[in-house]
């Protein structure tokens, strides 16, 4: 009988252990890991011209390029979007990116990051803790919430692969996205091409025509 028990407890223990590394193993796949890259310029972009257009979702959309963009980048957050809103069917990721000391110290320095309605945060318990990378302005510099829309879907489906901790290369366009429907319904979605502006119309727009992980 003890014997009995034994197994039962062992056959227990190996379930409860394949299911907390089921779990360590999903969380890892979906959410990624906290990392940290020295050494990441800044991001790179220039004055350009031209455009496309979709049809999405009932809507005629126009997609007029500010600037070639090429981002270098350590991903911080992610945050991915499925719904039937025209924003979700353009862009179904939003990454929260960084570079220089941001990047580099992200493991050193809790930045707290998180995401949610196509807005990033960050908080830090005590301002003296961003000493090392030159306080909250250069954070502010060094960090940007991009959203992503792909431009088809092979880059769609490397887009959604993005993961925090990723060390990743974009490569695209900042945009302006109008839309209009048929019943005069209109949307618009325009990129900031700053990297020192904050608040509301801070993202960046990217239209991006590659992904490309590095290390």
Not at 11 to 24: D, E, N, P, Q, S
Request: aromatic share 12%.
């Amino acid at each position: 009988m003890a014997k009995k028990k034994m197994i039962r407890r062992l056959i227990v223990l190996c379930v409860v252990t394949l299911l907390v590394g089921f779990g360590v193993y999903w969380f890892v796949q979906k959410n990624g890991v906290r990392g940290a890259v020295a050494g990441i310029p800044d991001p790179v972009q220039e004055k350009t011209t031209g455009g496309t257009t979709k049809k999405v979702g009932g809507y005629d959309v126009d997609i007029t390029y500010k600037y070639t963009y090429e981002i270098e980048a350590l991903v911080v957050h992610t945050e991915s979007y499925s719904g039937s809103s025209l924003p979700d069917k353009l862009s179904p990721l939003d990454a929260a990116l960084a570079w220089g000391k941001v990047a580099e110290y992200n493991k050193k320095i809790d930045f707290n990051w998180s995401q949610s309605r196509r807005w990033y945060f960050w908080e830090v318990d005590d301002a003296s803790v961003l000493a090392p990378v030159g306080g909250m302005t250069y954070v502010n510099r060094h960090s940007a919430n991009t959203h992503l829309l792909p431009s088809s879907s092979s880059v769609k489906d490397k887009v959604e692969k993005i993961r925090r901790g990723d060390h990743i290369r974009l490569k695209g366009y900042l945009v302006d996205v109008d839309a209009r429907k048929s019943n005069g319904e209109t949307y618009w979605w325009h990129s900031s091409v700053s990297r020192e502006d904050t608040g509301d119309g801070a993202c960046e727009v990217m239209y991006v025509t590659s992904v490309e992980w590095l290390d």
